[in-house]
DNA sequence: CCCTGATTCGC
DNA sequence: GCGAATCAGG
């Protein structure tokens, strides 16, 4: 009945709910499955949504106006190689938990011992020599010992710690799920 | 290094 | 209308 790749009244009913959610539009593209986040936000944008949790009236980044979105007749020819030090899409947290529920939410505040090697697969762990500014600066042991590491997972830029122990350092009782195995396109 | 939404533009 | 490409910010 439905064709993927099609807003269908459900697709964009859905898309409207997990978007006013909090949702990003990642998330939302993953969950809806045959569509990118470009896509989401596309139709996002022509449904006039956007802004989400923004106020009308407070144009926080005044993209517009203040900037004429430049003109660069867009090469078409343009290969994209600037992603070739990747290597492969890591696309979502790789340091990300699937489930740790309740037991994070009833620590309320951090107990003498920050966290548990245990809690995390983690196999990143830097000194502080080997962080650097885009990594997890979790402690984990004791500071007391030569074994001091930290988390090292991605930080979100301004967050010093990865989302995994964001969450945990703020408490916003806010489980979302992260990504599914979203399939990779062409 | 990563991810976020916003916008533009070709289809 | 749709979505990739691109930009800009965090």
Redesign the pocket.
């Known amino acids: 009945m439905n064709e993927a ?1 099609a ?1 269908t009244e459900e697709r964009v009913e859905l898309l409207k709910k997990l978007w006013s959610d909090g949702l ?4 939302i593209a993953a969950e809806l499955g045959s ?5 989401v ?6 449904l006039g949504l ?2 989400r949790a ?1 106020n009308p009236a407070a144009a926080s ?1 005044p ?2 106006a203040a ?1 004429p ?4 007749t ?3 020819s ?1 290969p ?1 190689n600037s992603q070739g ?2 290597g492969g899409m ?3 947290a790789n340091a990300l938990a699937p489930q740790y529920t309740a037991e994070v939410e009833a620590e309320t505040e951090q107990a003498p011992a920050p966290s548990e090697d245990v809690v995390i697969p983690f196999s990143e762990r830097v000194t502080i020599m080997d962080l650097r500014e ?1 990594m997890c600066r979790w402690p984990m042991g004791d500071p007391t010992t030569p074994e001091f590491r930290f988390c090292g997972g ?1 930080s ?3 967050m010093p710690y990865c989302s995994y122990h964001a969450r945990i350092a703020y408490q916003p009782a806010a489980d979302r799920r992260r990504d599914r195995g979203k399939v990779a396109r062409a």
């Open positions: 790749g807003w990003s539009a990642s998330q569509v990118t986040r470009n896509a936000i596309g139709k996002v944008h022509r956007s802004g923004k980044t993209r517009t900037t979105r430049k003109a660069p867009r090469s078409p343009h994209m030090s990747q890591t696309r979502g885009y991605r979100q830029t301004g």
